[in-house]
């Protein structure tokens, strides 16, 4: 079966760095994406990673690994209006997204 | 700026009733999808679109249909509401290549 595994919760401090993980099996890979969703709100797109290494904006880098099939989203500088849920989502052989059940970061002062 | 818009962001209704969720892009985008999002547990896809008149089924089509007349705008029918339909119901759009999927601001449905 497909999946995509990331932790449930993780909590930082203001002005650090988090890492946030997220392993998948999937059918097949088109790429992965990482999606910011505010409490109560439509998720946004962060990132797009097809090929492996790191991809930085800013203050968020996400990196790929194909062969282990692994990626992560590095936030640095952590600001408070970085709280927000973090969705990690595979495209599959069939051009069809699959999520994971997102990450709640938690930023404390 | 990109929009996706759903005609409601709260809606209660009961058990048996029909529910219309609409959703309107102003992109022109041509693929847009429906999925649910309940805690714990992935965005899933109900249905999705890839031009007018088409339609496909996601991963959890049952008690659903949809309706895609104009481009622009995607329609969800839970036909008969039930109690395991209450969820946040998020509607998203696309370019062919899908490479950002756009999304609206949800529908929060309680069927009671």
């Known amino acids: 079966g497909q999946n995509i595994d990331q932790p449930t919760e993780m909590t930082a401090t203001e002005g650090a760095i988090v890492q946030i993980n997220c392993t998948y099996q999937t059918s097949g890979f088109n790429g992965l994406f990482w999606y910011q969703q505010h409490a109560g709100e439509a998720p946004t797109f962060l990132s797009y990673n097809v090929l492996d290494g790191l991809e930085e904006k800013g203050r968020f880098s996400s990196f790929l690994s194909r062969s282990k099939g692994y990626s992560y989203l590095l936030l640095k500088e952590l600001q408070m209006k970085d709280s927000a849920s973090y969705l990690c989502a595979v495209r599959d052989s069939n051009y069809q997204l699959i999520w994971g059940a997102g990450t709640k970061l938690i930023i404390k002062p | 700026d990109v929009k996706v818009t759903q005609s409601s962001r709260y809606l209660v209704k009961r058990t048996g009733e029909k529910v219309f969720l609409e959703c309107v892009q102003d992109m022109d985008h041509e693929n847009m999808f429906w999925y649910r999002q309940d805690p714990g547990l992935g965005l899933r896809l109900i249905y999705f679109s890839y031009d007018v008149k088409m339609k496909e089924k996601g991963d959890i089509p049952e008690g659903y249909s949809v309706s895609r007349e104009k481009k622009e705008r995607f329609s969800l029918i839970l036909e008969s509401a039930s109690t395991n339909q209450t969820s946040m119901y998020l509607c998203?759009?696309?370019?062919?290549?899908?490479?950002?999927?756009?999304f609206g601001p949800g529908t929060r449905l309680t069927v009671t």
């Open positions: 998203a759009s696309s370019t062919p290549t899908g490479d950002e999927q756009y």
